[in-house]
C-alpha cells in the first residue's frame, strides 16, 4: 500500500477470511491489470468497487469485513467485478437471542488532560458557539422569520461581535398535523430540545402565527426552560418569550418585523456578554454521521472518526451515532458492546419499532442504498452498514434515545434516527451535540447553522477537488500516507480547535446550512 505510482494495481482486503477486496486506484482499474495476489482483472473495475478474490459458485457467501453482505446470484470467477447486480441481499439478523455485553470494553482514561474553550450554560451544558436561535412554531411564519433574521443579522449583529451567528429553526412542522396522535410526541420534543441546544445559551425567543395546532405553551410549557443565570440571580423575564403574528397590535408586516427585532436585542444583549472559558474536552457532545457514502466510507474516513470516538470516550465526552437501517444489519456487533441488558433491550427495542414502521410503509432497509453508494461500490445496505458501525469505535455503548429525546448522561450512546441526512442531524441536535462531524465520499455540501459542520472526505480524490468544502482527507489512510490513528488523531484534536472558536469549518466560512427536516412519523390531516 506504500507504493503510491498510479501504474500499480492496489487493492485492499478488509479481513483476511474476506473473499472480496476493494480497488482503491483513482479511476478504477482496466481489464487485464495483475493484482498483487497474483491474478488478473477479468474486466474493467471502477475505483471503490469489489474484486472477487476466488471463483465464488452461485449462492456462495461473499464476505467483506469478514461479513456476509450478500450472495452471488451466479457464478463468479476470480478477478471479476461483484456489484448490486450479482448479489443477494441477506436476510437481517433476528431480533432474539443476540450477544449481550459480551464485547462491552469499557474506556481506559485519557492518557493526557484535553481541553476547549467553550461557554457555560446555567443548566451545565456548554456551547462551542454564542448563537441566537429563534424558534417558530409553525412553516406559516417562516418567511416572516427569515426576513427579520437577515435585518437582524445585518443591522443588530455587528453591535454584538461577541455573538456568533442568528439562525430561525424553520421547519415544516405545527399545523396540517395529528398533533394528539402517539407519534406526534417526536416532532414535538424535536423542536422544544433543538430550541435548548447548548449553543444557544439558555436564551429561547419564539416566533408563533396564533392559530397554529402547535401552539408556544404546548412546545415549551412551563418547566421546561432552565431559569438563566444573571449573575447569580434569576430568569426575570415574565413567561415564554413570544411573539406572536395574529396578535392585534401588529399592523402591518413592519410592525410584525420591529417586534421581532425589538424582542431579539434584549437576547443578543445578554448573549453578549458571555466569554468562553477553558473547560474539559468532557463537555464535547459530538454526532457523528455519513452521506454520499462510498465503498471507501468504511475503509478510510469512518474507522477514522471511529478512532476519535474512542479517543473523545477516553476524556469523558459524549458521542452520538444514529443512523437505524445503517446499524440494522450489525444489531448482533451492537448488542454485544452494550454496556448492559437494558442498553441492549433499548437497541433491540428501536430496531423493532423501525422495522414495524417500514413494514408500513411497504418497504424495506434495502430501500436506503442510494444511486450514488451503488456508483461508489456499495453494493447494498448490509455492506453500507458494515461501514457505517465502525464510526462509533469500540468502547461500550453506554445509552439509547429515542428520536427527539435529550442526551442525559455522558459516554457513547445510540441516538436512534432515520439514515436521511437532514433528519438524522436534526435529530442529533435535538439531542444536544454541540459539534457535528460528517463523512462523505461521493461528497456532499451538507451543513448545520446551529452547530459546527467537520466534513471528512473518504477519498483523496474529493479532498482535492472540493479543497475548500472538505475539512480532513481521509483518503491518505487508503494509499498508505496515513494510518486510521494519525488521521482520527487529527480529527481529534481538529475538533478541538473548532470548538474553542480558533478555528472555523469550511461549512461555517460559506455559511453552508441545511434546512431542519422533523421527524414526523404521526398522520398529516
Same mark, same amino acid.
Not at 290 to 296: L, T, Y
Given at each position: 500500500m506504500s507504493d503510491s505510482a498510479p501504474s500499480t494495481p492496489r487493492v485492499i482486503q478488509v479481513h483476511p477470511e474476506d473473499n472480496v477486496a476493494i480497488v482503491v486506484n483513482d479511476g478504477g482499474l482496466p481489464k487485464g491489470s495483475l493484482l498483487p495476489q497474483g491474478f488478473s482483472l477479468i474486466e474493467a473495475i471502477p475505483q471503490g468497487h469489489k474484486v472477487a478474490l476466488q471463483d465464488l459458485a452461485e449462492g456462495e457467501p461473499v464476505r467483506r469485513y469478514n461479513v456476509v453482505i450478500g450472495y452471488a446470484s451466479q457464478p463468479l470467477v476470480r478477478g471479476s467485478w461483484v456489484n448490486e447486480r450479482v448479489l443477494r441481499m441477506p436476510t437481517p439478523p433476528a431480533l432474539d437471542q443476540l450477544p449481550i455485553g459480551t464485547l462491552a470494553r469499557q474506556a481506559p482514561p485519557a492518557r493526557e488532560v484535553h481541553t476547549f474553550e467553550g461557554y457555560r450554560n446555567a443548566d451545565g451544558s456548554v456551547g462551542t458557539r454564542n448563537i441566537l436561535a429563534i424558534t417558530t412554531t409553525v412553516q406559516c411564519v417562516a418567511g416572516v422569520v427569515a426576513h427579520a433574521v437577515?435585518? &437582524?443579522?445585518?443591522?443588530?449583529?455587528?453591535?454584538?461581535?461577541?455573538?456568533?451567528?442568528?439562525?430561525?429553526?424553520?421547519?415544516?412542522?405545527?399545523?396540517?398535523?395529528?398533533?394528539?396522535?402517539?407519534? =406526534?410526541?417526536?416532532? &414535538?420534543?424535536?423542536?422544544?430540545?433543538?430550541? /435548548?441546544?447548548?449553543?444557544?445559551?439558555?436564551?429561547?425567543?419564539?416566533?408563533?402565527?396564533?392559530?397554529?395546532?402547535?401552539?408556544?405553551?404546548? +412546545?415549551?410549557p412551563p418547566g421546561s426552560i432552565p431559569i438563566r443565570d444573571e449573575h447569580a440571580g434569576?430568569?426575570?423575564?415574565?413567561?415564554l418569550d413570544t411573539v406572536c403574528l395574529q396578535d392585534a397590535a401588529h399592523v402591518g408586516f413592519m410592525s410584525m418585523i420591529d417586534s421581532i427585532l425589538r424582542q431579539a436585542e434584549s437576547h443578543l444583549q445578554r448573549l453578549d456578554r458571555r466569554r468562553r472559558e477553558t473547560v474539559p474536552a468532557s463537555e464535547l457532545v459530538v454526532g457523528v454521521q455519513?452521506?454520499?457514502?462510498?465503498?471507501?466510507s468504511g475503509l478510510t474516513a469512518n474507522p477514522a472518526v471511529g478512532h476519535a470516538t474512542d479517543l473523545l470516550i477516553e476524556a469523558g465526552a459524549t458521542v452520538l451515532?444514529?443512523?437505524?437501517?445503517?446499524?440494522?444489519?450489525? &444489531?448482533?456487533?451492537l448488542t454485544a458492546r452494550a454496556a448492559s441488558p437494558e442498553v441492549a433491550q433499548a437497541m433491540v427495542r428501536e430496531m423493532d419499532w423501525y422495522d414495524r414502521y417500514l413494514e408500513k410503509g411497504r418497504v424495506d432497509r434495502s430501500a436506503n442504498t442510494t444511486p450514488g453508494n451503488k456508483k461508489g461500490g456499495l453494493s447494498n445496505i448490509v455492506e453500507k452498514a458494515m461501514g457505517s458501525i465502525v464510526k462509533s469505535g469500540s468502547y461500550a455503548i453506554d445509552g439509547v434515545l429515542s428520536p427527539g429525546e435529550k442526551v442525559q448522561r455522558k459516554g457513547l450512546i445510540y441516538a436512534a434516527t432515520p439514515a436521511s441526512d437532514f433528519i438524522c442531524g436534526?435529530?442529533?441536535?435535538?439531542?444536544?451535540?454541540? /459539534?457535528?462531524?460528517?463523512?462523505?465520499?461521493?461528497?456532499?455540501?451538507?451543513?448545520?447553522?446551529?452547530?459546527?459542520?467537520?466534513?471528512?472526505?473518504?477519498?483523496?480524490?474529493?479532498?482535492?477537488?472540493?479543497?475548500?468544502?472538505?475539512? &480532513?482527507?481521509?483518503?491518505?489512510?487508503?494509499?498508505?500516507? =496515513?494510518?486510521?490513528?494519525?488521521?482520527?488523531?487529527?480529527?481529534?484534536?481538529?475538533?478541538?480547535?473548532?470548538?474553542?472558536?480558533?478555528?472555523?469549518?469550511? =461549512?461555517?466560512?460559506?455559511?453552508?446550512?441545511? =434546512? +431542519?427536516?422533523?421527524?414526523?412519523p404521526a398522520p398529516v390531516t
Open positions: 437577515q435585518r &437582524i443579522k445585518t443591522e443588530l449583529l455587528p453591535r454584538y461581535p461577541n455573538v456568533d451567528d442568528v439562525v430561525g429553526l424553520e421547519h415544516t412542522y405545527g399545523c396540517g398535523v395529528a398533533i394528539d396522535a402517539p407519534d =406526534a410526541v417526536i416532532p &414535538i420534543r424535536t423542536l422544544r430540545n433543538i430550541s /435548548l441546544n447548548p449553543n444557544f445559551g439558555g436564551e429561547v425567543m419564539v416566533v408563533s402565527l396564533g392559530c397554529e395546532k402547535l401552539q408556544p405553551e404546548r +412546545l415549551l434569576v430568569d426575570t423575564l415574565p413567561g455519513c452521506g454520499g457514502s462510498d465503498a471507501f451515532f444514529s443512523e437505524v437501517t445503517e446499524v440494522r444489519d450489525g &444489531i448482533d456487533q436534526t435529530l442529533q441536535l435535538a439531542a444536544g451535540v454541540n /459539534l457535528h462531524v460528517f463523512t462523505t465520499g461521493r461528497g456532499t455540501p451538507y451543513g448545520l447553522a446551529e452547530v459546527p459542520v467537520v466534513k471528512v472526505a473518504t477519498r483523496s480524490d474529493l479532498a482535492r477537488r472540493w479543497h475548500d468544502l472538505m475539512d &480532513i482527507d481521509a483518503g491518505t489512510i487508503a494509499t498508505g500516507d =496515513a494510518s486510521i490513528e494519525e488521521v482520527g488523531r487529527q480529527l481529534f484534536e481538529f475538533m478541538l480547535d473548532v470548538a474553542s472558536g480558533r478555528k472555523k469549518t469550511w =461549512a461555517e466560512q460559506w455559511k453552508l446550512h441545511n =434546512a +431542519l427536516v422533523l421527524f414526523n
